[in-house]
């Protein structure tokens, strides 16, 4: 069972950068690393998906390490827009198609 | 594209009543997905469906709880009797394909509240 562990929360300001570090200790080989964004009365949002190294897109980067038991989401130069839940999933043993969220880490983002 | 539509958005009902909710998932996507959020948490997935089979069941409450996917296409979520504590969103999902890189469309839920 794959589980992860990301921090409750976390404050920041405008136009800084937001870094969420999620743990996966026991990713499994075939796991990809997905991240998604839910803000109130919506469903969760895909944001990024990663399986090693470095991916970005228009919205956030993903950074993986070698050894693949972590991963750290990059929002850079945040705006109130993007004060959300942020989860991060990887598959959920037996189901390997199962993802499962965790708690998730609330992201405020201050004027 | 039209995205996962789902519906009533809203639900209000006595407890031991029963309740439906309705999920359209994304034209051509074959696995369907019922999450439950309590408010705080993070969404629980109570079942899995790829086309019209079930994958995965097993955080369903199943003396209460019943889905179905009719043709592959639309589901139905089911609780009968409701308890106080089934008040949550109810999330559906979609996803073209079952795989681990797999990317999960979300329609807006329905919240349910039970009295």
């Known amino acids: 069972l794959a589980k992860t562990t990301q921090p409750i929360s976390m404050d920041s300001y405008e136009g800084q950068e937001v870094n969420i570090t999620c743990s996966h200790n026991n990713i499994a080989t075939n796991d990809y690393i997905t991240w998604y964004q839910q803000f109130p009365s919506q469903g969760p949002r895909f944001i990024i998906q990663g399986y090693k190294t470095k991916v970005t897109n228009e919205v956030a980067s993903l950074f993986i390490p070698a050894d693949r038991k972590s991963s750290t989401l990059s929002l850079p130069r945040v705006s109130l827009s993007d004060t959300a839940v942020y989860y991060c999933?990887?598959?959920?043993?037996?189901?390997?198609?199962?993802?499962?969220f965790g708690a998730g880490t609330t992201v405020t983002v201050r004027a | 594209e039209a995205g996962v539509a789902q519906s009533p958005r809203y639900k209000i009902i006595e407890k031991r009543q029963s309740v439906a909710f309705w999920c359209n998932p994304i034209s051509g996507h074959a696995t369907l997905y019922w999450y439950q959020q309590i408010l705080g948490q993070g969404p629980k997935l109570l079942i899995q469906?790829?086309?019209?089979?079930?994958?995965?069941d097993s955080q369903l409450p199943k003396d209460r709880f019943s889905a179905e996917r009719l043709k592959g296409v639309d589901s139905t979520l089911k609780i009968q009797p409701a308890k106080l504590e089934d008040s949550a969103v109810y999330l559906c999902a979609s996803s073209v394909r079952q795989a681990a890189n797999e990317k999960l469309f979300f329609g807006s839920g329905t919240q349910l509240s039970v009295l």
């Open positions: 469906f790829q086309n019209n089979g079930v994958v995965d």
């Open positions: 999933l990887v598959g959920d043993r037996p189901n390997d198609y199962k993802l499962s």
